[in-house]
């Protein structure tokens, strides 16, 4: 996937200032996504460097048995490669969805289910990124540190705002389209999936 506003493609019922913020969000969510990767990268090498360790400790004598700060890391690197990735996810249309909802109804009504299933979406994530923000401004303000690696608190919470707040963008984009009639999904950031 490029970065480049080109290659994400025009949608056909956007047109002017709502296509260039759509771009822009999509933009957002796929450097989110791909630092979301790279979250998930580390995560794996912390892993792998705990069970090396587990393993040394076992052959020899004095090795730590394991990284001191690896659960507490892997904790940060979870959580964030999670909220990093929600807004690519969601504009793909790889979200947990209302599909069995939406398809016991007719076709008439699968717009108004899913601009209320949007906005309902829009609100609890849009609720959530605000709360994080002021929590992390509180830990910021505070000084608080993490018991074990004495890590600042705002640093990992800091990545989770940014994470939420990029899904909350999204989010609202999808209930914007829901309104315009625009396509909710962006069929590029799609990939293939057993379920398909």
Known sequence: MSLDP???PAQSAQSGTVAKLQRMVDRLALVSAYTAAGCL???TLLTLGQVTCGLLSKVIDGFPSDIAVGWEYSAYLMG???MLGGGLTLRAGMQIRVELLLRAFDERFRR???FLSAAIGAGFV???AWSLAMFTLSSYAT???SGESLTPLWIPQAALTVGTTVYALQSIMQVIACLLKAPLVNESFKVAATTE
């Open 80 to 82: 964030t490669a999670f």
């Open 143 to 145: 000084g608080a540190v």
């Open 6 to 8: 080109d290659a994400l």
């Open 112 to 114: 108004p289910l899913e």
């Open 126 to 128: 849009s609720f959530l």
């Open 41 to 43: 990268g580390l995560l």
